[in-house]
């Protein structure tokens, strides 16, 4: 074939990819807005929970400690492959299951994560692959049921408290590298694609991050961790020796055969013992997961501010 010819074909084509691109992350875009942030090629949404005033020991949680519906989105050839992650009140779980079940999405846990909080919560994770229209259809779904209207014209100013100056300091000191949102410190865990195997690449774990806030006594600190399930003992000894008391551990199979675990915790106590605790979680995570780059050097986006869930 001639240059000519390869240039005809090649321009033929392009509106073809144009057309592709579009119908993959238009509807997101329409129904949800921008995403929260992107990471490693994954869209992740992130919704607030600023409306249930949750309890834990006596002391009010932050939504910033990962009190919040999420949801991931990742190319999967003409598809679309969904991951979500919803924080609900007991009286909001069946009909969220209910949705669920008729849509063919597939819950695979749900499971506390918190102890002996007030109201009483649950979190369950779900999948679900389908085109960008169908998805974004259920989504819109489901934050309804919680209370959200979409779209979001522009995004909304949440979390806007700040933290106490001297506790921001202080944490800021002890534990570097984190976002604050609202009163809550959070620290993001990246994961190294050779901790996962050729099956696992395509299907990449749930976000991983840590959490710190303020208490009357000292600080409040939590961690939702995703892992492979081989690496899940590594950590019950740091824990356990860090005043972290381990609150939920489930073994999840993903659609492609590839198994994971995920591990919630909660520990209180002074703001050093704390910090210590989420700094000596951070070193196994990152002893696990050699990092060459970190996600702004590979250009990722920075987080944006986040739509709320009203009450």
Not at 4 to 26: D, H, I, N
Not at 68 to 97: H, W, Y
Request: with cysteine; glycine share 10%; aromatic share 6%.
């Amino acid at each position: 074939m001639s240059n000519f010819g390869r240039w005809a074909v090649l321009s033929l084509l392009m509106p073809v990819w144009a057309f592709g691109a579009a119908e993959t992350q238009g509807p997101l875009q329409k129904t949800l807005g921008p995403p929260t942030e992107m990471r490693n090629g994954v869209r992740i949404y992130l919704f607030p929970r600023t409306d249930l005033n949750l309890l834990v020991a006596g002391t009010p949680l932050e939504p910033g400690m990962g009190l919040e519906t999420r949801f991931e989105f990742q190319p999967a050839g003409k598809s679309l492959r969904l991951k979500g992650q919803l924080l609900l009140m007991d009286v909001e779980i069946p009909k969220i299951l209910d949705l669920l079940s008729r849509r063919h999405w597939k819950v695979e846990g749900l499971t506390h994560g918190l102890l002996g909080e007030s109201p009483a919560v649950k979190f369950l994770q779900f999948r679900a692959l389908g085109t960008s229209y169908e998805l974004a259809d259920g989504v819109q779904a489901l934050l309804s049921a919680l209370g959200q209207t979409l779209p979001v014209a522009t995004p909304a100013l949440v979390l806007p408290e700040t933290p106490d100056e001297n506790f921001q300091k202080q944490a800021d000191s002890l534990l570097a590298g984190g976002q604050w949102k609202g009163r809550a410190l959070c620290l993001a865990l990246e994961s190294s694609s050779n901790t996962l195997n050729a099956a696992q690449e395509n299907e990449p774990p749930f976000s991983s991050a840590l959490y710190l806030q303020k208490t009357t006594e000292g600080a409040l600190a939590r961690g939702d961790l995703d892992l492979p399930p081989e690496q899940a003992e590594n950590y019950f000894h740091t824990l356990s020796d860090n005043h972290l008391l381990l609150t939920s551990w489930i073994r999840e199979t993903g659609p492609d055969g590839s198994d994971g675990t995920r591990l919630r915790f909660l520990g209180k106590g002074t703001l050093e013992e704390m910090a210590r605790g989420l700094n000596a979680v951070r070193d196994q995570w990152n002893s696990l997961h050699p990092q060459t780059e970190t996600s702004q050097a590979q250009g990722e986006e920075a987080p944006r501010l986040v739509p709320v869930l009203k009450p």
